[in-house]
């Protein structure tokens, strides 16, 4: 009961190219396809950019800081 036979599916189908034409329904498809290209390209690029090395961390000495605010306001 909860499929649709092949006259359900027609009848989408008319109404669908009745709503939006023949041209307009692959100008639709078209211009999904140009995107889907894009994304695909723009996910290409960005696997082949080198990445940079990356930089050593930089720790900062907490007892160094604190004395020298100490000696400062002393």
Known sequence: MGS???W???IVLVVVLLLFGRGKLSELMGD???GIK???KGMADD???PSK???P???LDHQSSVE???SKVS
Do not use: M
Request: without cysteine; charged residues 35%; proline residues 4%.
């Open 4 to 6: 649709l036979s092949i």
């Open 8 to 10: 359900h599916w027609i």
């Open 32 to 34: 999904a396809a140009k």
């Open 38 to 40: 894009a994304f695909k």
């Open 47 to 49: 696997d082949e950019t």
């Open 53 to 55: 090395p990356a930089e």
């Open 57 to 59: 961390v930089r720790t």
């Open 68 to 70: 020298a605010e100490r």
